[in-house]
């Protein structure tokens, strides 16, 4: 391992708070144009409900499309905060540090661009209080609780509460180190969110079991969230290939996946933009391309094995739609998008140190990963819809129209442009999490060679 | 209610008497409002049929023969489309329909991706009539907007009125009183409806003929309609 | 230790309470704003009082409201219904003029309709008649109305009531088809 460099605290500040105090030069065009493209899809949006989802290119059979695969692609990202912090804080992995507090922001800020999909994609976006908000009690008329859209919105909601304030527990020493280096409205702004945290022993102590405490709590909420809107698919008996027992961990483990990969795509834009070169280094990459390397083979093991329970159940209908999905013009070419960028492409090459420490090959990688996440997800819910049922009058197929491109890209602007305007309210990375562990470092003698480690009680 | 319907409407098709003249998707289109279907909403894949005649060949050629099967919502007792609706915008009621609310409906289109009989409409627009067709809707029938499901339910306003008239005299509804759109325009009689409660019933005389079976039976929806098979001599079978 | 009571901390407390007025008073006027409540102009200034008084007509509702026992509307009196009392009675008045006007014109009156229900709704007065519910349990008492209003919401909500409390169906096909 590379020598670590000793930082004073003094430097620290200055490095990971400077530029949330600072506005860089390149900001605010960057901000404005994934601005105008979130306002194109909120255009696009508008325009759906004026007119009507025929805007969309769903039809009879395929009722569902690019709306719900980038719902299943957001949760699946928003995966990556609690594998990241919550698990590698509870495993006590050094190396979490200064990746945790952006990938819990990614939890976050894509968890709520996903729940947006569902209402995007609904009919009537107007009628949503019969089901997001059931207290009908004039009527007494509830929702029905035997319907995996109503644990849907159950799970991400505590999901999102769940990674709100994991994030806001890790901020609070960083709130309180910015009020105190401010004047004017962030001033207040910071004495507001720090709750009026002064760093006693005691105001540390709670805050550490907090994190440590929701940390172990949200990990049964992480399993239960991609589970269940894997149950979106797996308990609708009519569609092939959607009714497989082995979603759910299936789904699961696909969300770490690109998860991990959208951390390490953020972590080089933050090493980029803001120049944290000293923070963020090549070591912190070689870990997440480790983690990423295991997650990505046991991910192709869940899907090996969805492939070999459809084989082994010899139904007709599942092996012509997994002869489909695989062989059948323009599913195939979807279908070797998809192999290729998310298994053929990352897995192979993370098994060498060279790219796994590279930051460039790293960075576009995982940008591959999730390209092919996205297909998996489209070849999961289009193809089973389009040929699903036996009357071969209503077969159909699939093709993404303008305003649900929009509305896609619009999403990823929305993710992005969030992040960017928490950077200028909030320090990315976590400072006091970083100071902690420089206060823990030590140089352990390894026979003839130092190598830095952590002293610990 | 505590009280057991007196009702349980049901549906026979005989296909063996099916000429697929569409007669039926002509009457059901009629009756119950449904949105004209133009020649891209059928290029599109969204006409909406209530009743549909599903075509298909029998046999190699040159000894091929057209099927005719008209496809309606079976009424499943066990209905897929059901469970999976987030407001119970559809349901079962006690008198054996799947009925579809349109009011509450919030179109996820999970139920129609959740039905193995692809009988369910979404309403991709706003359904627009020409002037000269404003006055034939149906008042009795409501006009979908945008952005929700529908679907057959035996033409359910015939049935309450039916039951209406029938409650106002005191008695029940009588075989043959009601009769949804298609039954009553079918000029084969291969269409019959009825109350499977009432034993007497032309429908309840049909249940256990020889010839019937239930669509895609075998997914265990429990389909409520009954197709009676095609009688035909130089095929086995 | 614990909240700093700064003014900030109670004027954020203070805008969620604002919020939380703000949307009860939505719901409250909301409604009324949305001409609930409010009683039509009608062509002709037409007053249930004196033909509903006991000391003057005495009408019954189903006097004039013909259908209502049969059908799904309860009728609007046809001008010619009216003009079997009124070729005699009234004939200065200058409200019954005008309804004579549209008589020798052969004209209808075009009725400002009061009471409607969403077209989801599929109301038929005759069961509910049957049943024994009086006019005024949803109309209110229009007898003593100068100008029709709608007394009572007729939401969702009071149909259910009363139909649960009187072991009414309250299965969704009932109404909405």
Known sequence: MEARERLTEAQINEDLLGPTLRTPRWFWPVAGFLASVVLAGAVSFGLMINRGLGLTGLNRPVMWGAFITTFVFWVGISHAGVMISSILRLAQAEWRRPVTRAA?????????????????????????????????????????????????????????????????????????????????????????????FRGSLRQWKLQAIAGILLSALILPVFVSVHSIVSWDFAVAMSVEGWHATIFAPYFVIGAVHSGVAAVVTIMALMLWLFGWKRYIRSEHFDSLGKLELAVGIGWFYFFFLEFVFGMVSLEGAELALKDMQMFQWPWSLLFGIFIVTAFFIPIPLWMFRRVRRSILAMFLISISVNIGMWFERFLIIVPGLARKQPFAFTWGSYAPQPVELIIVAASFALVLLGLLLFTRLFPPIPIYDMKEGQVLHKDIKVGRSTVPGIARE | MAVESQYKWTMVVDIDRCTGCQACVVACQAENNIALNDEESFLRRRAMEWIRIERYWEGEYPNIKARFIPVLCQQCENAPCEPVCPVYATHHNEEGLNVQVYPRCVGVRFCANNCPYQVRFFNWWEPVWPESLRNYLNPDVTVRSRGIMEKCMFCVQRIRRGQRVAAREGRLVRDGEVLPACVQACPTNALVFGNVKDPQSRASRLMAHPRGYRLLKETGTGPNVLYLKKVDPEFHG | MGLVRSKWTLGLAGAGLLFIIVIVLAVMFVPRALGFGQAPEQPIAFSHIPHVSKDVAGLECVFCHRTVETGATAGIPSVEQCMFCHRLIGRDNPEVQKLAAAWADERPIDWMRVHRVPDSVHFVHEPHIRGGITCATCHGDVGNMPRVRQAITLRMGDCLACHRQRGAPTECSVCHY
């Open chain 1, 104 to 196: 819990e922001l990614l939890t976050v800020f894509a968890l709520s661009t996903a729940a947006l999909f569902p209402l995007i994609h609904v009919g009537r976006p107007w009628r949503l209080m019969y089901w997001f908000l059931p207290y009908d009690f004039p009527r007494m008329v509830w929702p029905n609780v035997r319907s995996p859209l109503i644990w849907d919105p159950a799970a991400i909601f505590t999901y999102l509460t769940g990674a709100s304030l994991f994030v806001f527990i890790a901020l609070l020493p960083d709130f309180a180190l910015a009020r105190d280096r401010t004047r004017g409205w962030r001033h207040k702004l910071y004495s507001v969110v720090s709750l009026g």
